[in-house]
């Protein structure tokens, strides 16, 4: 994520609506048909699902108050609007007290096929469909607890298991490998290469594999992580992660499967 951003975070009025232009409904309706298009036979079911019990639709931005309520209605989560940018402590205090913290702004028409930092469309589109899954949910907010309990010297090491679930995760199915993360389903480049490229690897996730994999937030992944079901993801934060992060540390990491970013 870079250090600044060129976006503001928008504020809500009075009755809670965020004031969002015909400009902006206009972009995310080209978003959510282009994705929508590109994912039918690509994404989870469950991904499809939780799309159709948030109400997402192409017609308009949605509103962070209608995706809360809906998300309490079926998992307990819930949602906060937040600056573009929040350091990690905030990021997993958030997660623990089983809310997604969303950035409020969308994105510009020159950014529409690609932007570094999260926004509304990454973060409702991306993030919030399965977090109507229970399971999901449970990983999600479990995860944020144990990221507030190990604390700061931790961090790094916990995002690689964000990253590659949460981020960019893939799924075993009855038809095949299917996508589930936010940065693949939200972004057309990364759902053709999770999905139909040949240069990138797919393995069977493995924590201690995971947490020893380095990987670049600018570039089409070259590696992709791949459960077998959703109480996967529930398993891995049973595990002691602490431990497991003070062993990869004394392991040492992969060698990076891609170059070394440009200075």
């Given at each position: ?70 998300l309490h209605e079926t998992t307990g ?187």
């Amino acid at each position: 994520m870079p250090k600044e951003s060129s976006y503001v975070a928008k504020e809500p009025g009075p009755d809670g609506l965020y004031p969002y232009s015909a400009d902006e409904d206009a972009i995310w309706g080209e978003l959510y048909r282009r994705q929508m298009a590109l994912l039918a036979g690509v994404a989870c079911r469950e991904y499809l699902d939780g799309v159709e019990m948030l109400g997402l639709s192409a017609d308009k931005v949605p509103q962070l108050r209608d995706v809360d309520r809906r998300l309490h209605e079926t998992t307990g989560f819930g949602v906060e609007g937040v600056p573009a940018l929040i350091p990690p402590s905030r990021f997993y205090a958030l997660l623990s007290e089983g809310k997604f913290p969303l950035a409020t702004f969308l994105r510009r028409r020159e950014h529409i096929d690609y932007i570094e930092e999260p926004d509304l469309f990454h973060e409702v589109f991306g993030h919030c469909p399965l977090l109507t899954n229970q399971s999901y949910a449970n990983f999600v907010r479990r995860f944020g607890e144990t990221a507030v309990r190990l604390g700061k010297g931790y961090s790094w090491h916990l995002f690689r298991i964000f990253w590659f679930t949460v981020e960019f995760g893939l799924i075993n199915t009855p038809e095949g490998r299917r996508c589930f993360g936010a940065g693949i389903v939200s972004s057309p480049s990364e759902a053709k290469a999770a999905m139909t490229g040949t240069a990138c690897e797919f393995r069977p996730f493995d924590l201690m594999t995971v947490l020893r994999t380095p990987y670049r937030i600018d570039i089409v992944q070259p590696i992709y992580y791949v459960i077998d079901g959703f109480a996967d993801l529930e398993a891995i934060v049973d595990q002691d992660i602490g431990a497991m992060i003070d062993k990869a540390k004394l392991l040492g990491d992969f060698a990076p499967a891609f170059e070394a970013k440009a200075s």
